[in-house]
């Protein structure tokens, strides 16, 4: 399978608790997205990486999240101290750069804090 | 504010016919716009784009056409079968990052 996967695909954890996702591009995609999807909603831009470079955030990135690609390849999503309001699908996207519109996705982490 | 919406939650269809979802926008630095699918449980599958310099695109059953006077796409499935049915995004791309719509459910009933 040479699509974008995602792990865990669910994450439940308490209120504080630090989480980490992984999400694992196509592998000739240099392009790295991460999204937000809540209960009847689209998803959310959070943030994306070109290569190693972290390009773009959203303003619903706050200081309480952290994302890197430290080689261009795969990606880490970190939410420190975690809320009730993180509570969410999180989703991975990649794309190439020059049709950076045309963006798969993974399946998606659902992420739970009780 | 919502820079993109869709403003149908649900459509049903009989299978055979057409089914014509809308999505309406109001930022005009959008270049590109999208239409994809989801199942329950996967990510959103990429089904069709358009730039935003053309009127209208089509991939078999799939069609998506834009009016940029109006800040309107819609996506035209004909004939609309029932393993269509799941929950339809449409996309703008501004700069690579997409802002996504709220999702209508199209359920195609046989």
């Known amino acids: 399978d040479t699509g974008v996967s995602q792990d865990p695909r669910h994450k439940i954890t308490k209120r504080g608790q630090n989480v980490t996702f992984r999400c694992d591009p196509i592998?000739?995609?240099?392009?790295l997205y991460w999204y937000r999807q809540t209960l009847g909603q689209g998803p959310e831009f959070l943030t994306y990486?070109?290569?190693?470079?972290?390009?773009?955030k959203s303003r619903l990135l706050s200081d309480r999240f952290s994302a890197e690609r430290p080689k261009g390849s795969f990606s880490t999503l970190e939410i420190q101290r975690t809320e009730q309001g993180d509570s969410a699908m999180y989703l991975c996207?990649?794309?190439?750069?020059?049709?950076?519109?045309?963006?798969?996705f993974g399946p998606g982490t659902r992420l739970t804090v009780t | 504010d919502q820079q993109v919406k869709q403003n149908s939650p649900s459509l049903s269809v009989q299978e055979g016919r057409i089914s014509i979802l809308n999505c309406d926008y109001t930022?005009?630095?959008?270049?590109?716009f999208l239409w994809y699918k989801k199942y329950p449980a996967e990510g959103p599958t990429f089904l069709i784009s358009?730039?935003?310099?053309?009127d209208k695109n089509e991939d078999g059953r799939f069609t998506v056409f834009l009016n940029k006077s109006a800040k309107h796409l819609s996506l035209h499935i004909v004939p609309s079968q029932p393993g269509d049915s799941a929950v339809y995004f449409c996309?703008?791309?501004?700069?690579?990052?997409?802002?996504f719509g709220g999702g209508t459910r199209l359920m195609v009933k046989p």
């Open positions: 996207a990649s794309s190439l750069a020059d049709s950076s519109y045309e963006q798969y």
């Open positions: 592998s000739e995609h240099n392009r």
């Open positions: 990486f070109q290569n190693e470079a972290q390009l773009e």
């Open positions: 930022n005009s630095m959008f270049d590109y």
């Open positions: 358009i730039s935003s310099i053309k």
């Open positions: 996309a703008a791309s501004e700069r690579g990052m997409l802002t």
